[in-house]
């Protein structure tokens, strides 16, 4: 893979030359707490005229530090302890595990779900996994890992197909699913080499994560279709995020614009109750008037399931449900 690295700031010492045409007041004080990292070609889009999509989700928002609102947490799911039957796996349902593979990413999503656990959160390393791989084998229940992050596709490509390779050996399992923004946060990272080797056992799906119509450019069509066309089942979960994707006019061009590249629109998300996102929170009652406008203009191939992460419940679940909960946890916002 190419090594696109990040250009990374944590509020200590000036900000990289790049990033200060894009920083507002406080902006040291956020970064400290949530650092600042994109690759140099999210900056790229950043600095072009249709660039406000890409800046409101890499640089820091004062409101980041907002007193978290009524039931937000930093680990709303518990992933660093009670779904947590090993360091660094988190089961949440009993046919599938999340493994979270890495805490790096090429950009650091402001309204990232893990944005306070990321750095504190145990990586297996490569010696800990035939004790996840003896987990899942004593554990038939289990037919689907996860691996995500961070983002997977941060990993060297060796590092990675050794992670997919340990999973998709064992014959119970019959999916693979990658988390991975890549293909539209670092598009180059996605070689035909890797694309090829990903696709290989037969058993690899990714979920992306495209949020705008403007992210859907000829590079992040192009890492998509290599995917593809490796065998490699790709679909997309969109984050509702407010003053990004939360109108219906954006949500029909974006679920049209990734049906356009053959990719699935699968979820979209009311945001999770997490510390340091408020300021971005569409509520499930928001996210299901949304869904009812985009479902009576787009084909069902092109519209995902509107759905909540809601702790403690057994799966996520459709936001007409969550917003009918009333005010519980992690439902309302407001
Ligand atoms: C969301 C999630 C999954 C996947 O759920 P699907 O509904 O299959 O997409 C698996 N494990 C954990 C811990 C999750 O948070």
């Known amino acids: 893979m ?12 000036a900000p990289p030359p790049e990033f200060r045409e894009f920083l507002g007041k406080g902006a040291a004080e956020v970064a400290q707490r949530y650092p600042v990292a ?12 249709d660039g406000a999509p890409f800046r409101l989700q890499a640089f820091p928002d004062a ?3 907002d007193a978290p609102l009524p039931g937000d947490s930093g680990d709303p799911f518990a992933e ?4 947590s039957p090993l360091p660094g796996v988190v089961r949440r349902f009993a046919d599938r595990i999340l493994v979270v593979v890495t805490d790096a990413c090429a950009v650091r999503c402001r309204h990232c779900t893990r944005k306070n656990i990321l750095g504190t959160h145990a990586i297996p390393a490569w010696r800990d996994y035939p004790k996840i791989a003896d987990y899942i084998r004593a554990n038939p229940a289990i037919r689907e890992v996860l691996l995500s992050g961070g ?7 060796d590092a990675l197909e050794r992670r997919v390779d340990i999973f998709a050996d064992l014959g119970q399992i019959y999916s693979v699913r990658i988390g991975t923004r890549i293909p539209c946060s670092d598009p180059a ?12 056992s037969r058993k690899v799906w990714v979920n992306t994560q495209f949020n705008h119509p403007a992210e859907v450019t000829p590079e992040a069509a192009r890492a998509c279709a290599l995917l593809i066309d490796a065998g ?21 061009a974006l679920f049209r ?20 996102t408020g300021h971005f929170r569409v509520t499930s009652a928001e996210a299901a008037a949304l869904e009812r406008e985009v479902a009576g203009r787009v084909g069902g191939l092109a519209l995902p399931r509107f759905v909540a992460d809601i702790p403690g419940a057994g799966r996520k679940t459709p936001v007409v449900e969550a917003a009918a909960l009333g005010s519980g946890r992690g439902i309302c916002r407001e």
């Open 80 to 83: 660093l302890a009670g779904a």
């Open 151 to 157: 983002d997977p596709l941060a990993l060297s490509q």
């Open 63 to 65: 409101r980041e530090l």
């Open 232 to 252: 490699i089942p790709v679909s997309c979960q969109t984050v509702l995020v407010k003053g990004l994707n939360d109108n219906a006019d954006t949500l029909e």
């Open 38 to 49: 994109l690759s140099p070609y999210w900056l790229a889009r950043c600095k072009s005229a």
């Open 189 to 200: 990272r996605v070689s035909p080499a890797l694309a090829k080797g990903l696709g290989r």
């Open 257 to 276: 614009a990734l049906q356009a590249i053959r990719v699935r629109p699968y979820y979209a998300f009311a945001g999770d109750p997490v510390t340091g």
């Open 2 to 13: 190419k090594g696109n690295l990040p250009i990374i700031w944590n509020g200590g010492g």
